[in-house]
């Protein structure tokens, strides 16, 4: 099994330090680093837009994971391309035409991932996983960090990882949404590649010992060789 790998989000940090965050993350090594866009009408939250994004660019080479919570995400993918979004993800129920929004990303040599809500299935994405470098599963409701993870999740990534494993696919999977020290060996026996946290790193008094506990956590899990079957 490849190795799991973290991508925090920033979005239960401290923004008046995110430069401060963005190194820290840096010198923690993670894979990615997970930033959280809402429109405050896709989810009733507001967070923050490109602008924010782009002096952060320089301070790291650790790949930008972007998250659009926002209706019309294909309007704005330009600007988080400029701001140095290295995989953009939109959401399945923001836009009409899946396969155009994907396609605008790849346009621009980026990846391209798809994100769906709790109350989404998972089968509607099958026919896109070919053309998918991601599939972000929401494990709560999008909008505020710090929610009860939803078990159920897990069985739509089966059902994902089942056929990208039958069809030969490079798409990812990734999860996001009350990822903790109990949750993360679950998700990363279900075969899911990127786990974000929020809370669970930031919330923590020592966010680099979290990360470090979070890693910990999902190596047991691969060495204990606890697999789920598809
Ligand atoms: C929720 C966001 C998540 C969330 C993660 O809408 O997409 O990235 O903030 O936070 P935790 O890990 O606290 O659930
Ligand atoms: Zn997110």
Do not use: W
Not at 151 to 156: D, G, M, N, T
């Amino acid at each position: 099994m490849a190795k799991t790998a973290l991508s925090p989000s920033i979005l239960d940090s401290n923004f008046a330090e995110i430069k401060k965050t963005i190194k820290l993350l840096d010198k923690a090594g993670v894979e990615y680093i997970h930033f959280d866009i809402m429109d405050g009408n896709f989810v009733p939250n507001l967070t923050f837009g490109p602008k924010i994004i782009k002096p952060l660019r320089p301070l790291t080479k650790t790949v930008f994971d972007v998250h659009l919570m926002i209706q019309n995400p294909e309007k704005y993918t330009p600007l988080f391309i400029d701001a140095g979004a290295d995989i953009i993800t939109f959401h399945y129920e923001a836009v009409k035409n899946v396969a155009k929004a994907i396609n605008l990303i790849k346009s621009y040599g980026k990846k391209a991932g798809v994100s769906i809500k709790p109350k989404t299935p998972a089968t509607v994405l099958k026919k896109y996983l070919k053309d998918l470098d991601l599939v972000l599963i929401m494990s709560v409701e999008p909008g505020f960090g710090g929610q009860k993870f939803m078990p159920e999740s897990l069985q739509k990534a089966a059902i994902l990882k089942k056929e990208i494993i039958k069809k030969g696919y490079k798409c990812l999977l990734e999860i996001d949404g009350g990822i903790n020290m109990e949750t993360a060996p679950l998700a990363a026996a279900a075969g899911i590649d990127i786990l974000v946290a929020g809370s669970a790193i930031f919330g923590a008094k020592n966010p680099m010992s979290a990360i470090k506990q979070l890693r910990a956590a999902i190596a047991g899990t691969q060495k204990s060789k606890v697999k789920i079957q598809f």
